[in-house]
């Protein structure tokens, strides 16, 4: 398997959680995983990008027209990092707009009680709509890297995302 994905959004949004929580479950899984990550401003509200490469790859970095797969926390995130999609790539956008890829992940995040947690319920709508992964493995990175207080809460909201998708 050859898989790269560009995780964006701000800081404070998950974003360095939700790329090891993808780095790990993949390297769980039996795959080979390098990863990097460039943050904007070393504050909340900052630029995050993250670049993910699961597969016998040696650099961690994603050349534009590549990615097979983009999770943007904001419409404004996903232009931004739009290039780096290759054609026929998937994006997944937090976004109430209804369009194909776009889920209302902070809503649903909401709804489970769970603010913070539209991060991994984009993951897990990420990782279902691309039927390559298997969800077990992200669970336990989930489990394992999560503070107890929010373990179960995070767990909720990754398997929302995981079974919205069609």
């Known amino acids: 398997m050859r898989f790269q994905v560009i995780i964006a959004g701000r800081g404070g949004e998950g974003i360095i959680f939700t790329t090891v929580v993808l780095t790990e479950g993949a390297f769980k899984a039996g795959h080979p995983v390098v990863s990097s990550e460039t943050h904007g401003m070393a504050q909340r509200g900052g630029s995050v990008v993250s670049q993910v490469k699961i597969g016998p790859f040696l650099s961690p ?57 539209a991060n991994l319920v984009l993951l897990g709508y990420a990782l279902a709509r691309t039927g ?15 503070p107890h207080r929010w373990t179960q809460k995070n767990l909720a909201a990754f398997e929302r995302g995981f079974r919205l998708s069609p």
């Not at 797969?69 to 790539?89: D, F, M, N, P, Q």
């Not at 493995?137 to 999560?146: D, K, N, Q, T, V």
Request: no cysteine; proline share 8%; net charge negative.
């Open 61 to 117: 970095m994603v050349p534009p027209g590549e990615a097979d797969l983009i999770i943007a926390t904001s419409l404004e995130e996903a232009e931004r990092v739009r290039v780096w999609l290759r054609e026929g790539g998937l994006m997944v956008v937090n976004s109430s707009e209804g369009l194909p890829g776009h889920v209302d992940a902070r809503k649903i995040a909401l709804e489970l009680g769970h603010p913070r947690g």
């Open 132 to 146: 390559l992964f298997h969800p077990s493995p992200f669970r336990e990175a989930i489990a394992e890297r999560s």
